[in-house]
């Protein structure tokens, strides 16, 4: 069974330009989850998607938004890109809540 | 969510059995205790989950004691290609897509 995938792999934007990040989950899953790594605050949870529905949100921002499709797939919108938006985004996707989750490879988001 | 604690870091040589010890100790009766793996610029690993004594799968143990306070994550025999960073994270039932990650523990494997 194929893993998470998340596409692009890279990018680089400069500030004030907005930038959408796909996750595809694991076949059957359907929750995905997204989180933000950056050395200074290590990794933080964005959103989580269920069902085309979000369910739970983490501290951060109006910019960084998020959808979820009928077919689990996932996308995450930053708006106004800020130079303390670099980091490498990562996708999460499980069964249901309960489930452990898997994580994909991650996109590296460069802002200049 | 329970908070943990775990060593910062930790140096090993080849061969080795390393033992990492993470703190939960206001886990509630509902949660589960999870590990991942994480090498630089890649998505964390899971690497095996319990909930109380002892689970074992072809990476790693996992030893829970009877008052769940705190669990070691156990890789027997480590090589250079275990060197990453190994977070340990609690969560239940609604919270296991709402992870929160401590800084985890960077394992160094010498040769």
């Known amino acids: 069974k194929a893993g998470v995938t998340q596409t692009p792999r890279y990018l680089i934007k400069t500030r004030g330009q907005q930038v959408t990040l796909s996750c595809s989950p694991i076949s059957g899953h359907r929750s995905v989850s997204w989180y933000q790594q950056t050395p200074g605050q290590g990794l933080q949870f964005l959103f989580e998607y269920f069902s085309e529905t979000q369910r739970n949100k983490g501290n951060f921002p109006g910019r960084f938004s998020g959808r979820q499709f009928s077919n689990s797939r996932s996308e995450m919108n930053v708006s106004t890109l800020e130079l303390g938006d670099s980091a490498l985004y990562l996708c999460a996707s499980s069964t249901r809540q309960e489930e452990t989750q898997y994580f994909g490879p991650g996109t590296r988001l460069l802002v200049l | 969510l329970a908070k943990t604690t775990q060593p910062i870091s930790m140096d090993s040589y080849e061969g080795q059995e390393v033992n990492i010890t993470c703190s939960h100790n206001?886990?509630?009766?509902?949660?589960?205790i999870t590990w991942y793996q994480q090498f630089p610029s890649q998505g964390p690993r899971f690497i095996i989950q319990?909930?109380?004594t002892k689970v074992t799968n072809e990476v790693a143990s996992l030893f829970i004691p009877a008052d769940r306070k705190s669990s070691t994550l156990s890789l027997p025999r480590v090589s250079l290609s275990d060197t990453a960073v190994y977070y340990c994270?609690?969560?239940?039932?609604?919270?296991?897509?709402?992870?929160?990650f401590g800084a985890g523990t960077r394992l160094a494997v010498h040769p």
């Open positions: 319990g909930y109380k």
């Open positions: 994270l609690v969560a239940s039932s609604g919270g296991y897509n709402k992870l929160i």
């Open positions: 206001n886990i509630a009766t509902n949660d589960y």
